[in-house]
Every structure is written in structure tokens, then in C-alpha cells.
């Protein structure tokens, strides 16, 4: 299971973001831990409805569970989008950074 636990926000936002697009800005650090670590900031301006944040939570959690055992900290920031909430422009969005994920992780980290 990702973990959400004890991570620093502020450590990982602090590198270059390795993907982004119209829905969400995604930023990732290597950790010393055998698991991924996920955090996942929905700013309450953009969504107000907490049930619809914990709804876009839970989704970004579940399309990005098979980076669990990469030892990795992943921050995933919503923008928001001019349309309400698209599950499909969601799913879509996190598939995309998910494939950017692993493609650095491959390459640049030899995870």
C-alpha cells in the first residue's frame, strides 16, 4: 500500500518537477525507505467539497499503486482544470505521469 505517512512536503517540491501537464504538477525525490511514499495536495480554493478532494485522493492512490516497492517520495499537486471534475481527464493525467514516473525512476535513478 503507498504510504502518505511522514513525508515532507517541502523536501521533495523543492527539486524540479519530473511531469506536468494541465491537471497536475508531479514533483519526486529517492528515499532511504524500501517503499513509495505518496502525498497528494488538492487546494481547497480549487475543490471545496472535502468529500470530492478525498474522491481525487483515492483515485490518485489506486493509479499509482504499482510503484509501491520503488523507494521513491512522489508529490502530486492538483491545478485544477477549467472543466469539473473529468474522471477520464483524471485517469488520463495520472496514467501520463505515472509512465514519467517509472521512465525517470529507469533511467536517471536505476531503481
Given at each position: 500500500?503507498l504510504r502518505s505517512?511522514?513525508?515532507?512536503?517541502?523536501?521533495?517540491?523543492s527539486n524540479?518537477p519530473?511531469?506536468?501537464?494541465?491537471?497536475?504538477?508531479?514533483?519526486?525525490?529517492?528515499?532511504?525507505?524500501?517503499?513509495?511514499r505518496?502525498?497528494v495536495?488538492?487546494?481547497?480554493?480549487?475543490?471545496?467539497n472535502?468529500?470530492?478532494r478525498n474522491?481525487?485522493k483515492r483515485i490518485?492512490?489506486h493509479?499509482?499503486f504499482s510503484?509501491?516497492?520503488?523507494?521513491i517520495?512522489?508529490v502530486i499537486?492538483y491545478?485544477g482544470?477549467a472543466?469539473?471534475?473529468d474522471?477520464?481527464?483524471?485517469?488520463n493525467?495520472?496514467e501520463f505521469?505515472?509512465k514519467?514516473?517509472i521512465k525517470?525512476t529507469?533511467?536517471?535513478?536505476k531503481i
Amino acid at each position: 500500500m503507498l504510504r502518505s505517512a511522514h513525508i515532507d512536503f517541502k523536501t521533495v517540491i523543492s527539486n524540479k518537477p519530473i511531469s506536468r501537464d494541465k491537471t497536475f504538477v508531479v514533483y519526486c525525490s529517492q528515499n532511504k525507505q524500501e517503499k513509495c511514499r505518496l502525498g497528494v495536495s488538492i487546494p481547497k480554493a480549487i475543490i471545496k467539497n472535502a468529500t470530492e478532494r478525498n474522491k481525487l485522493k483515492r483515485i490518485a492512490r489506486h493509479s499509482l499503486f504499482s510503484l509501491n516497492e520503488k523507494a521513491i517520495d512522489i508529490v502530486i499537486v492538483y491545478r485544477g482544470t477549467a472543466n469539473k471534475y473529468d474522471a477520464k481527464l483524471i485517469s488520463n493525467s495520472l496514467e501520463f505521469h505515472k509512465k514519467n514516473i517509472i521512465k525517470i525512476t529507469e533511467e536517471k535513478w536505476k531503481i
